[in-house]
């Protein structure tokens, strides 16, 4: 059993910056793989990025990419997520998810466990 505990969300204005963090509980936090996904009003949720267990591997959507980094430090069973350049469409809750699998780690089903989510919202 894994428990996630997102933090880090606020109210920003577009070009600014935030760093989610996503907080685990239970000793086997570094077989997890661990991904970080977004869902904004009347939409679906949606991958954002993602890491390998050893963090060896990053995935992005392309809409992130070079302005969002994810990071993880097993020593403290944390995975963050810093958004640079942040945009009004940026604005979504976000959650944190684990997965036991190191493939396909932009489909929502190969998570089993979900944080609660933190709201990110970026003015224009």
């Known amino acids: 059993q894994v428990q996630l505990v997102e933090s880090g969300g606020g109210l920003v204005q577009a070009g600014g910056s935030l760093r989610l963090s996503c907080a685990a509980s239970?000793?086997?936090?570094?077989?997890?793989?661990m991904g970080w996904f977004r869902q904004a009003p009347g939409k679906e949720r949606e991958f954002v990025a993602a890491?390998?267990?050893?963090?060896?591997?990053?995935y992005y959507r392309d809409s992130v990419k070079g302005r969002f980094t994810i990071s993880r430090d097993n020593a403290k069973n944390t995975v963050y997520l810093q958004m640079n350049s942040l945009k009004p469409e940026d604005t979504a809750v976000y959650y944190c998810?684990?997965?036991?699998?190191?493939?396909?780690?932009?489909?929502?089903?190969?998570?089993?466990?979900w944080g609660q989510g933190t709201q990110v919202t970026v003015s224009s």
């Open positions: 890491i390998s267990w050893s963090g060896g591997r990053t």
């Open positions: 998810a684990a997965s036991q699998f190191q493939y396909s780690l932009s489909d929502n089903d190969m998570y089993r466990y």
């Open positions: 239970g000793r086997t936090f570094s077989s997890y793989s």
